[in-house]
């Protein structure tokens, strides 16, 4: 009987009468009289509900006050490439529904009451920077209290759009922004404020945050707001400041690459004349391709970052220094084979540089070196000390000839020996360059790095 009456005409008269009753005044106090007997009386919240589709306000040219905060739960994921991050958030509003109050002491103490969030009228307000719809969840509760005062936290899986830069990645900042603003109602319907200190927002949610993953909430920091205009929209600016945690990039990333270029530049103290040299450097420079192909998908793909220039300059190195060995191995090759005559100014140089009492370029000449096993040297000293060959017999008689020949070939073993000396000295000139280079630019990148 109670609930038919409820429903139809009989809810109608019921709006009727009870507004007839509360009349024009300027209370709204629902009368709660048995809550404490019967349970809470739905008929009493009625006319409250039903103007759940309007702004509830008395005076309709007042703005509707609604207060926020927000608590910031998880970081899930930063997506450099769409620039995107989603994190994961609670956001709090209170605000005042003159329509719902009550007294306390008439109502067996009730001071709070959990309402279902569908029979209230709600705030619209949502994130501006939101590429996503709104997933939140149906079936929400708001607390509401005695004095009007609405309660409401609704969880958020906020994908926002955010200016990420990547340059200084692993070491980089991101600060997105998160924009909160009614959907529909201007300056002049609703206005926006503050329910709790920034800093306190910015404590709770460091102490809640769940995920120990590869972000970490460093500062949240509010802008003032500049909404004045009468068609404005009010809203207020977050700025969400996070840092990547970046030991699994320097452990996966940055320390392999720094181990492979130091065994690069220290193959350099192969000796040049062995084979191995090129075939060495030129495993790493594979091995380091392999390195870089499994860790791409570590990196970031967006735009250019100082890591990436910093792999380039690795590889770079890698493959200078392939073709330094290269060149002093054609260098070797050709003044064993064939030396051709060595420029007087290049002669001097090398008697001037490698002279112990200059120390323009140290050049650690090995002494005696064993030429032996550089093949052409092998041959040529073959070659004189060899007992004359057929031809050589038969030019015997004529014993100046002969002295002339072995002249010639003291004189080959000498360039052969200068431009020995020589490659090595610009192989040690040339490992000094590299090892130049090479400290520049990690000192480079550092600085920017550390900028
Ligand atoms: C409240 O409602 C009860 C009946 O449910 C009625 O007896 C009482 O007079 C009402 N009080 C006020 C202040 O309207
Ligand atoms: C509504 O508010 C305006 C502005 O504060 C005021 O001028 C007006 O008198 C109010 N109206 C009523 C009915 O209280
Ligand atoms: C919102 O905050 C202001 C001051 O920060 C306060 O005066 C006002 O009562 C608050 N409104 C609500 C609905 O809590
Ligand atoms: C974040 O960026 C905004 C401008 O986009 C700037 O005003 C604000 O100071 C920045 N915050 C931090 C912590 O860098």
Same mark, same amino acid.
Not at 31 to 34: A, E, F, P, T, W
Not at 128 to 138: A, I, N, R, S
Not at 215 to 218: C, D, G, Y
Not at 297 to 301: A, Q
């Given at each position: 009987m109670e609930q038919g009456w409820l429903h139809g005409e009989g809810f109608l008269l019921c709006l009727i009468l009870y507004l007839l009753l509360?009349?024009?005044?300027?209370t709204f106090t629902i009368?709660?009289?048995?809550f404490d007997q019967h349970?809470?009386?739905?008929a009493a919240f009625q006319a409250a509900f039903a103007r759940?589709?309007?702004?509830?306000?008395?005076?309709?040219?007042i703005p509707i006050r609604v207060n926020i905060s927000f608590t910031l739960?998880?970081?899930?994921e930063v997506d450099a490439q769409l620039q995107l991050m989603t994190s994961f958030l609670w956001l709090n509003m209170i605000w005042y529904n003159p329509f719902i109050t009550w007294n306390p002491e008439e109502c067996g103490g009730i001071r709070k009451l959990g309402i279902a969030t569908e029979n209230l009228w709600l705030p619209d307000i949502f994130i501006?920077?939101?590429?996503?719809?709104?997933?939140?969840?149906?079936g929400l509760m708001a607390y509401v209290n005695s004095n009007g005062h609405i309660k409401y936290s609704k969880p958020m899986r906020v994908t926002s759009i955010c200016n990420l830069d990547? &340059? /200084?990645? =692993?070491f980089d900042e991101q600060n997105c922004t998160l924009t909160f603003s009614s959907?529909?109602?201007t300056v002049e319907k609703m206005v926006l404020g503050m329910e709790q200190d920034v800093r306190d927002i910015l404590e709770t949610s460091q102490n809640i945050v769940w995920n120990k993953g590869e972000?970490?909430?460093?500062g949240i920091h509010q802008m003032t707001k500049m909404t004045v205009g009468t068609n404005d929209y009010d809203q207020i600016v977050f700025f969400v400041a996070i840092r990547r945690r970046p030991t699994l990039y320097v452990i996966n990333l940055l320390v392999p690459s720094s181990f492979l270029v130091t065994i690069d530049a220290l193959s &350099? /103290?192969? =000796?040049?004349?062995?084979?191995n040299r090129a075939s060495f450097k030129m495993t790493l420079v594979l091995g380091y391709n392999v390195f870089l192909l499994i860790m791409n998908?570590?990196?970031?793909?967006s735009s250019t970052s100082l890591i990436s220039v910093y792999f380039a300059l690795c590889l770079s190195l890698m493959v200078l220094s392939l073709l330094e060995t290269i060149f002093i191995s054609y260098l070797l090759h050709l003044a064993t084979t064939q030396p051709p005559p060595m420029p007087r100014w290049l002669h001097s140089l090398l008697l001037h540089c490698t002279?112990?009492?200059?120390?323009?370029l140290t050049v650690?000449?090995?002494?005696?070196?064993?030429?032996?096993?550089?093949p052409g040297v092998k041959e040529s000293m073959e070659l004189v000390g060899k007992v004359p060959g057929p031809r050589e017999t038969e030019l015997n008689g004529c014993p100046g000839s002969a002295r002339n020949q072995q002249e010639d070939k003291a004189k080959k073993q000498h360039l052969v020996h200068l431009w020995v000396r020589l490659s090595h000295m610009m192989d040690t000139l040339l490992f000094r360059l590299y090892l130049l280079f090479m400290a520049t630019s990690v000192v480079t990148v550092i600085i920017l790095w550390n900028t």
């Open positions: 509360q009349g024009r005044g300027d009368n709660c009289s048995g349970g809470v009386d739905p759940k589709a309007f702004r509830p306000a008395t005076n309709v040219s739960s998880a970081i899930l501006e920077e939101l590429m996503d719809t709104d997933q939140t969840p149906p990547i &340059f /200084y990645f =692993p959907f529909v109602y972000w970490v909430l460093q &350099f /103290y192969l =000796p040049a004349e062995s084979k998908d570590l990196l970031p793909s002279s112990p009492r200059t120390c323009c650690p000449w090995k002494g005696n070196v064993d030429l032996a096993h550089l």
